[in-house]
């Protein structure tokens, strides 16, 4: 662990909040080891949330029709972007694990961390056409996500009624970070902190110190390579790998799942 | 449908967007059949995305340890909410129909619209722990998600890469607008609009157009009843329902799926 740099994007509002106190263990865990860490405190930063034109310092190519993606791929080639992205750019790609720090709202991320990725993970610098999934621009770097819920687990689960929490970790694990081509470490779900009694968020944390000891040598959750899809055929899977699974009770991922079961826990544990 | 009120919430930078044509296709088709159509334009208006303790005004009650959650629903409470969100939650509350109209990003929605999302559905407005899902505060109103996406459609079927779109939908549909009470009507998705020529985009709208003749009397996508959820299990099915489950082949829904393999179509059409 010893060298290694860590990137912390953290979106809470109170430093009196279990996300802070997760935030500060993370912080104090890794740098003990060695690692150097980088925290984004969204909220104190003020920062940004929302993709529009001012994100590129001078003219937009095309101000009539302005397509955010396009124009900022151009701002990022010619140096262009906005400082405060370039400056985030800076601290990703010194990164050799980012772990993203929040309470879930609504399903997904706080707004303002949906921004930092809306913004910072520009077309050109963190994926392109080519450059996608296990192909990715960041395959060398780790990601995860430590958040907190609202709801109990049994509320998450394939019978509960918010439903398996597996299927709406899919869009943020494989949508952001593996499309990116980050090894997606489990996420760590502290669920309904603000429901518990002080002991037992004390005991979360605890774990939480440990599981970071050795977090870096974690597997990452499983994937379907890009590979195994034809670019061709619309990125389907290619039949080979459908025979492959046609005798298996589960699909291969949450979401090219088959027609089949879900592999359970497929976004929550490696190996699954 | 004459008399009836639509909200669309809108996100695209651009007039000369596509999402900004299907935003005003769907303004004059309604206006047409004699509804009252109102438009929160959310990067014209600058609209905050940041859930922040500005959103209060005068003083918070606890600010060493900020609750986001908890401060704004005393604040609505009390009327002490900001401006920006007391007028969408008056345009909310007196539509019949809500539209989202935006790119998806990361699939999922852009940052602006999920600030909206974090901000004017605040508890106790929009809902409580006895109010949700088929009990929800907006249970005599339709929603209905209306986006582009970067990615063509067979990258998003269940042996696509970017996995099943009926997955990807699932924390949205289900976490947001059906949480709330909203009757979801079928997602209107324009697949990969700037790869098309523009025909085929014309096309697409014509057939947005179409749909919008007789959108209100749509039946809405199947979610499980509330009732059917023990509450004092941690909210999960209840016995007689895995039992009516136990020999159909596909489970509930995307989320609640029981380990069965999902119902296809779940998320995106009526009846399925």
Sequence with gaps: MAGKKVLIVYAHQSS???????????????????????????????????????DITGDVQNADHFRYAEETKLAWEAGKLSDDITEEQRKLTQADLVIFQFPMYWFSLPAIMKGWIDRVLTLGYAFSQEKRYSQGVFNDKKALLSFTTGSQESMFSANGINGDMNVTLWPLQNGILHYCGFQVLSPQIFW?????????????????????????????????????????????????????????????????????????????????
């Design 16 to 54: 009196g909040s279990f996300n802070a106190a997760a935030k500060d263990a993370a912080k104090e865990a890794l740098t003990t080891q060695g690692c150097t860490v980088e925290v984004s405190d969204l909220y104190a930063m003020k920062f940004k949330a929302t993709a529009t034109a001012e």
């Design 192 to 272: 309904a902190p603000s429901h518990v009694p002080s002991e037992v968020r004390s005991t979360m944390l605890k774990g939480w110190r440990t599981r970071l000891q050795g977090i870096l040598g974690e597997e990452p959750l499983a994937f379907t390579s890009l590979d195994c899809f034809d670019r061709e055929k619309g990125f389907q899977l290619k039949p080979e790998f459908h025979e492959k699974h046609a005798a298996k009770e589960f699909g291969p991922t949450v979401g090219t799942h088959l027609g089949k079961p879900l592999p359970p826990h497929n976004q929550m544990r490696a190996g699954s």
